[in-house]
């Protein structure tokens, strides 16, 4: 992987913004629904980045591209993002951003079996496995915390949207996307906005909420996750998707726990323990053994 400028700035978007996405989801969900706020907030991007690609004259995606898009919102966005969402009602966030670090591991056996069918090397397995290891400990670690109780259908839940937010990466790597980059981020947020947004008035979210019960610290993470977490973050991951190898890409997922643990203890009250610190320094080594040992050919 050549580090170009282009590239850190990308995964520092991408490591960053969406490690204080999880902290921001939990306070935003003190007032809003959860499927509502991720329909607002993935409705929102999406009209800014339409609204964007319409004035630059950006051309409009062909029939097949927009089902592609429209597949990946829905993969990645629907499933993936509103599970985690829906889940944070009841998991400190910084749990849920423990269990999505499958997501590398997820990417690596699927690209090996339905992408490149290039064989993971032994660095990246080993990677993997040590980044998977350090959310062990995290993990591990929070349950001697006896206000988060434990939950397997909330664990379930979150599995399968790292499943799905893999296979939808996946399919945003190797699929036929609209030529124009800002039409293909529209038509994700959009479709996965208001596919969330059709769930939240199923689900009858908004009753009795009232816009009075907005306080600035919720408006504010809303705002964060629209921002950053949607237009930016997101938008590096897609680009980092299509430059660079995916299970290099997929390291967000051992990183973003880290950002989260310190922001849930700075902002949302969550538990520091010292295994945190021990989680981190696993992980930093996972990441440094995947990206910076020398290559090795592997075949189909």
Same mark, same amino acid.
């Given at each position: 992987m050549k580090l170009t400028g282009k590239v850190m700035l990308a995964f520092a978007a991408v490591y960053l913004f969406w490690g204080g996405t *999880?902290? %921001? #989801?939990?306070? %935003? $969900?003190?007032?809003?629904?959860?499927?509502?706020? +991720?329909?607002?907030?993935?409705?929102? @991007?999406?009209?800014?980045?339409?609204?964007?690609?319409?004035?630059?004259?950006e051309v409009w995606p062909t029939r097949r591209q927009l089902v592609t898009s429209m597949l990946i919102g829905v993969m990645m966005l629907t499933i993936g993002n509103g599970l985690v969402t829906l889940v944070e009602q009841t998991v400190p966030s910084a749990i849920v951003s423990l269990l999505i670090g499958a997501v590398p591991l997820w990417i690596t056996l699927l690209n090996w079996a339905f992408g490149d069918h290039m064989t993971p090397t032994l660095s990246a397995l080993i990677g993997v496995f040590l980044g998977l290891i350090g959310i062990a400990v995290l993990v591990l670690g929070s349950q001697a915390d006896t206000s988060f109780e434990f939950s397997w259908i909330g664990i379930g839940l979150i599995l399968v949207a790292a499943l799905s937010w893999a296979s939808g990466s996946l399919v945003s790597r190797y699929g036929q996307l609209p030529k124009s980059a800002l039409m293909n981020l529209a038509v994700q947020m959009l479709t996965g906005g208001l596919s969330l947004s059709l769930l939240s008035l199923v689900r009858q979210e908004w009753v009795g909420f009232s816009i009075q019960s907005i306080t600035p610290t919720a408006l504010w993470a809303l705002v964060y996750l629209i921002v950053l977490g949607s237009?930016?973050? *997101?938008? +590096? *991951?897609?680009?980092? $998707?299509?430059?660079?190898?995916?299970?290099?890409?997929?390291? *967000? +997922?051992?990183?973003?726990?880290?950002?989260?643990?310190? /922001? %849930?203890?700075? /902002? @949302? &009250?969550?538990? /520091?323990?010292?295994?945190? $610190?021990? @989680?981190?320094? #696993?992980?930093? &080594?996972?990441?440094a053994v995947m990206t910076l040992a020398p290559k090795t050919t592997t075949k189909p």
């Open positions: *999880y902290v %921001g #989801i939990k306070l %935003g $969900l003190t007032v809003f629904p959860p499927l509502g706020m +991720a329909g607002i907030r993935h409705t929102l @991007a999406g009209l800014i980045m339409l609204s964007v690609a319409v004035l630059r004259k237009l930016v973050a *997101y938008s +590096a *991951y897609l680009w980092l $998707l299509r430059h660079v190898n995916p299970t290099w890409v997929s390291t *967000y +997922a051992f990183v973003n726990p880290i950002v989260a643990v310190i /922001l %849930g203890w700075l /902002l @949302a &009250g969550e538990q /520091l323990t010292p295994m945190a $610190l021990i @989680a981190a320094l #696993i992980i930093v &080594g996972s990441i």
